[in-house]
């Protein structure tokens, strides 16, 4: 066989499985959305088919009316918003200090940072829910939200020391030369040259905090306050098996703006996750 | 500069910035949260794992009863079955698809082949979904009866009907499967980013020397990105040991107790069983497994460092 021919079977081949990789990762949601888009006699048809056979826009229509996913994606969208900003608010000046400073034990003190972020939310869920039950504290939206912190605060971290790492450190030392304190260097020099970082972190800490579910799981049990992960739990469950169609719209909802915010920034995605897990 | 540690007419503006010279203030915030949601429920589950606590009364008393218990209970051998199981699989196979997948997106990205990005982005996708709606999606997938589209296509190929989710062998297999589907994403960025470290010299070099494909995977390739797949394998397996979400909604740990993993049978033992006391201690165990871990995955960062 000819180079040429060679190099036209492996493209061929190539091509053979790009198409095969994207239908097994992109079939699943593409049926989900086409069940969300049946009537409910098609539901049971057999064989299935896989366009609905005239598009029921009325089943969102009928989720948005029945059941509170509304108030579900206003919960997350409130709740990963704030997280995100409390979380750089927190993660910024350690990171700053981790990567700036001198100090004993300082990577002791990443290793235990490092260790938090392994560890299971099921396991520092219950005697927070045990603590919290006691004062009367379960459905709090504050104490929710400083855990959500501190769940993606290690990963924060850690990415925003590695990344001001590779800043060099040349510019610190002329901003302090001009008379800068370290806040306003933090501030005015190292973030706006970390802001693809930040935008990374951002991106990382969002995804994160959308689909956490043990902790509004179990520290929630007010249903007016749900996310919308632990929501469309809560559909799954009062739902029967008879209105898939629904429950189907409502996973499609919950999972928009995630998609968006992925389509949006899908560039820095792939260095995040890279420079996140592979330094970190 | 003039020494200012100690002079005892410093204002309290100079000891404020002095205090914001050292690393200390910068760090409260985030010690702060950590002790308060890491540390303090860690030594609180340890100490109810050693008592006989339970969620309603507050008297209690110190025992090593939780432990005995929950060595001796029917399910807690069946349960780390069931776990290793999941975990071994799962992991096996996040690995080996995202290797797959990674490999031949950066054969594809050399030859310049359109698409590429889209290949990326249609797995990367699974990544951004929550866990629930993983569940709740895969749920639909394996309808088991004849309307249900795995079912179908399964029936096209002479296969099936299969009952995916009520026999509790195939449950497993099913959680299983779902899990690799979701977990391939990170895999395959990981290996995607382990492969472009390697220079394009060292591998046009092996190819003049003669090296075929086999040999250029194996002695090229792999040694390049052995540590990234240490530390990614470390990574999945903490993830799956934790996994509660996914196998939440899709099976709520049925039929009967064949997909009930590690953190899901926690969950149980406290808020249906009520029995805080077993529950504590299975927490513990996990612990000890993601401790364990992560000490492994120290080692080899530790190891990657020295060596570069």
Aim: net charge neutral.
């Amino acid at each position: 066989m000819t180079p040429k021919a060679q190099e036209r079977l492996l493209k061929i081949g190539l091509y053979a499985s790009y198409a095969f990789i994207v239908i097994v990762f992109l079939f699943p949601l593409f049926w989900v959305a086409s069940v969300s888009l049946k009537t409910q006699s098609e539901l049971f048809e057999v064989p299935p088919s896989l366009w609905p056979s005239s598009w029921q826009f009325e089943n969102y229509w009928h989720v948005l009316q029945t059941t509170p996913v509304l108030t579900y994606l206003w919960n997350s969208l409130r709740l990963v918003v704030l997280t995100v900003i409390v979380t750089l608010m927190v993660a910024l000046p350690a990171a700053f200090a981790l990567s700036r400073f001198k100090m004993k034990g300082k990577n002791a003190f990443l290793l235990v940072i490092l260790m938090t972020q392994m560890i299971s939310a099921v396991v520092i869920s219950i005697p927070l829910y045990r603590l919290f039950a006691s004062w009367d504290l379960l459905n709090h939206f504050l104490l929710i939200l400083a855990i959500y912190v501190a769940v993606v605060l290690p990963l924060a971290t850690w990415f925003m020391k590695n990344y001001f790492d590779t800043l060099p450190e040349q510019m610190d030392e002329a901003a302090i030369i001009d008379g800068c304190t370290r806040w306003q260097l933090l501030t005015k020099i190292l973030l706006p040259v970390a802001r693809p970082g930040i935008i990374s972190v951002v991106i990382l800490v969002a995804v994160q905090s959308w689909s956490q579910f043990v902790i509004p799981f179990i520290l929630i049990d007010d249903a007016a306050l749900y996310p919308v992960s632990v929501g469309v739990v809560n559909l799954q469950s009062t739902q029967a098996q008879i209105t898939t169609h629904y429950l189907a719209a409502g996973s499609i909802m919950s999972i928009i703006p995630v998609i968006i915010l992925f389509l949006l920034l899908q560039r820095y995605i792939v260095g995040a996750l890279t420079t996140g897990a592979v330094k970190g | 500069m003039k020494p200012e540690t100690n002079d005892p007419l410093a204002s309290p503006t100079k000891i404020k910035k002095k205090f914001l010279n050292t690393p200390y203030p910068w760090l409260i915030p985030l010690s702060l949260l950590l002790i308060v949601v890491f540390l303090y429920p860690i030594i609180e589950i340890v100490r109810m794992s050693f008592s006989d606590m339970n969620l309603v009364d507050s008297e209690y008393t110190y025992t090593f009863e939780s432990y005995v218990r929950l060595f001796t209970l029917p399910g807690f051998w069946p349960m780390l079955g069931t776990t290793g199981f999941f975990v071994f699989f799962s992991v096996t196979f996040q690995l080996l698809c995202g290797f797959i997948v990674a490999l031949l997106i950066v054969r594809g990205e050399s030859l310049k082949l359109k698409g590429t990005i889209v290949v990326r982005t249609s797995v990367l996708v699974a990544w951004a979904i929550p866990g629930v709606v993983i569940g709740i999606i895969f749920e639909m997938l394996y309808t088991e009866t004849q309307a249900g589209i795995l079912n179908h296509f399964l029936s096209l190929i002479g296969l099936g009907p299969i009952t995916f989710l009520s026999d509790p062998t195939m449950a497993l297999l099913s959680v299983t499967l779902a899990n690799i589907w979701r977990g391939t994403a990170f895999s395959m960025i990981l290996m995607y980013a382990g492969l472009q470290t390697i220079s394009k010299d060292v591998q046009e070099a092996a190819k003049i020397d003669g090296a075929g494909p086999f040999q250029r995977f194996r002695n090229v390739i792999l040694p390049a990105i052995a540590p990234i797949v240490l530390i990614n394998l470390i990574i999945i397996s903490i993830d799956t040991f934790n996994t509660f979400d996914m196998v939440m909604a899709l099976t709520q740990g049925g039929p009967g107790n064949s997909t009930e993993v590690i953190a899901l049978s926690i969950y149980t033992s406290i808020f249906q069983e009520f029995n805080l006391g077993v529950g504590a201690a299975t927490s513990v165990i996990l612990l000890l497994i993601n401790i364990s871990m992560t000490l492994v995955y120290l080692r080899v960062l530790g190891k990657g460092r020295n060596e570069s």
